[in-house]
């Protein structure tokens, strides 16, 4: 019980951090300098601008997402749309606290200045990522696209950045219907989009990842018996041969954890310092010890 409790509340500084950093990427940096990007938030930088600052993308920000949270609930359960409640709260707070602080925003005059206009999309995007990807490895969600994203993740082998990719081009087009604004002003957007894309997937994935191995080596039964009996990971045994020697051989397939690859690594090496090794990057593993299959949502047939 006291370690479920300790767990929660690690979850919930974890997002309440995430959320800071999301607020600071867009109070600090975009919105003080006319920018706008995707997801929710460029929908109401759009909005903010168009209404010349009467309607703050604060506001609209929490009206939107007030919305979105009944999606949330249907989709992941009760426990989803709290943390998700929690995550719109403070970001609409954090957002209207950064909003009149000044001396934090990215302009002349204050220290967080850059006189190179095209590196504060770059950071916003870093610093959006970021603080997105901490909120979503807690099961939370700054809501708008982020429900979108993983909607459409929980039921598709779909990586999330091509779903941001999808919304925020969108989003972004919507910039040259602004009189003010010019072709630029989308570009600068569209950097926002392609950096938060980049880093996005690696902060919510991060040693999650999966990589395949394949190894080549006469004590393949020693390398074997390690990573199922100390790893707790299957190993497969493929029959091979070959084609210049004309020998017959095993080689071992492995499906492991990113994390997992310098102790694998380190094995093989001790067991034969001669064996050969194929790393490959998968896109996606599905199936026990890994992710829930994705197929879709199941289509009710017609009596």
Known sequence: MKNKVLTTLWDYLVMTLGVIVFAVAWEAFMIPNGMSAGGLMGICTVIEYATHGAILASYTYMVINALLIILAVLAFGIGFGFRTIYCIIISTVALRLLSGMEWVHAVPGNFFYISEK????????????????????????????????????????????????????????????????????????????????LVIDYVVVGDRGTIQLMVFSKRYSDIADYITVKMERGVTVLKAQGWFTKADRNVLLLLIRKNELSEVTQVIKECDPNAFMSVTQVGGVYGEGFEEIKAGIKKKKDR
């Not at 990522?129 to 993983?150: E, M, Q």
């Not at 459409?152 to 040259?176: A, G, H, Q, R, T």
């Open 118 to 197: 095209v590196m504060v999309p770059v950071i916003s995007g870093v610093l959006e990522a970021v603080g997105v990807g901490f909120i979503l490895r807690r099961g939370g969600s700054t809501g708008g696209t982020d429900i979108i994203a993983l909607m459409v993740n929980k039921y598709w082998p779909v990586s999330l950045s091509k779903v941001f990719l999808i919304c925020d081009f969108i989003i972004i087009s919507s910039l040259l219907l602004l009189p003010d604004k010019s072709f630029s002003d989308m570009v600068y957007g569209f950097i926002m989009m392609a950096t938060f894309a």
